[in-house]
C-alpha cells in the first residue's frame, strides 16, 4: 500500500511539472511555390541579343532559360526549375544575369527592333537550347550569326554592357584632404640658407693720406723742410 502510495505521488509530480518553453513550438517557415505554367505544347525560345539568355516570348509571365536552369519572378521572389513547367524552387536572389536585361525586351520583341537596329530574331525549339547551350556559349556562336540577327550591331564586351536600370555612376574628384592648423604648426619649418655677406671695404678719399710710424712722421717733416 506504501509503495503504491509513493508510486502514485511521483507519476502526480511528472505530470504537474510543467514543460520546457520550447516544447509543443512548431516553427513552420515555407515560401509558397509559384503555380505551374501549362504550355499546349514545348515552348519555343528567342536569344537575348548581347547575352546569352534565352526567354519564352509567347508566354503571359517572364519566364527565362540560363545556364542550364529555367528561371522565372513570381511575387517579389525569383524561382528556378531544370523543367519550363515543374519543379520550381525558390531561388533566394536576383540571378546575375537578369541585371543585362533590358526592362523593355518585350517591346523590342514586338516592334523587331533592338535599339535603333532591326531585330531578326530566330525561334529556337526548347530542346534545341538546352542541349546547345553550352557549347553556343563557350564558342561564342550569336556573335557568328550576324550579331544575334541584329543588323549593324557592334559587339560589345561584357564589361560594357548597361545593368538593368542601373546608371552608371559618374566618377567623382576625390576631396582634397586639409590638414588641422594645430598640425600645421606642429610640423617643422625647414630653415632658410643663410648665405655669408661679404663687407665691401670703404673707398678712400684722395684727400687723405695713408698713416705712418713716428719715426717715418719724423723724418718726414725734415724733407719737408729742406
Known amino acids: 500500500m506504501k509503495r503504491l502510495f509513493v508510486e502514485s505521488l511521483l507519476l502526480a509530480l511528472v505530470i504537474a511539472a510543467p ?16 503555380p505551374p505554367i501549362v504550355f499546349d505544347a514545348p515552348p519555343e525560345l528567342i536569344v537575348l541579343p548581347e547575352t546569352y539568355v534565352y526567354v519564352v516570348p509567347d508566354a503571359d509571365v517572364e519566364i527565362f532559360f540560363y545556364s542550364g536552369w529555367w528561371w522565372r519572378p513570381w511575387e517579389g521572389r525569383w524561382y528556378r526549375s531544370r523543367s ?12 546575375a544575369f537578369y541585371t543585362e536585361i533590358p526592362a523593355g525586351w518585350r517591346n523590342y520583341y514586338r516592334e ?3 535599339g535603333e537596329h532591326q531585330w531578326n530574331y530566330q525561334r529556337i525549339p526548347h530542346r534545341q537550347v538546352q542541349q546547345n547551350w553550352r557549347g ?22 561584357r564589361s560594357q554592357q548597361p545593368s538593368r536600370n542601373v546608371e552608371p555612376r559618374s566618377q567623382k574628384a576625390r576631396p582634397q584632404v586639409h590638414e ?26 684722395r684727400g687723405d693720406r695713408p698713416q705712418h710710424s713716428p719715426k717715418q ?7 719737408d723742410r729742406r
Request: proline letters at 10%.
Open 180 to 205: 588641422p592648423v594645430e598640425r600645421q604648426q606642429s610640423r617643422p619649418q625647414p630653415r632658410e640658407e643663410v648665405k655669408p655677406q661679404h663687407r665691401e671695404a670703404a673707398p678712400q678719399s
Open 19 to 34: 514543460l520546457p518553453a520550447t516544447a509543443g513550438v512548431n516553427v513552420d517557415i515555407r515560401i509558397a511555390l509559384p
Open 112 to 114: 523587331r527592333r533592338w
Open 136 to 157: 553556343w556559349e563557350k564558342n561564342k556562336h550569336w556573335e557568328k550569326q550576324q550579331t544575334w540577327g541584329v543588323q549593324g550591331l557592334q559587339p560589345q564586351t
Open 84 to 95: 519550363y513547367s515543374s519543379g520550381w524552387g525558390h531561388y533566394r536572389s536576383v540571378p
Open 217 to 223: 712722421q719724423e723724418r718726414q717733416e725734415r724733407q
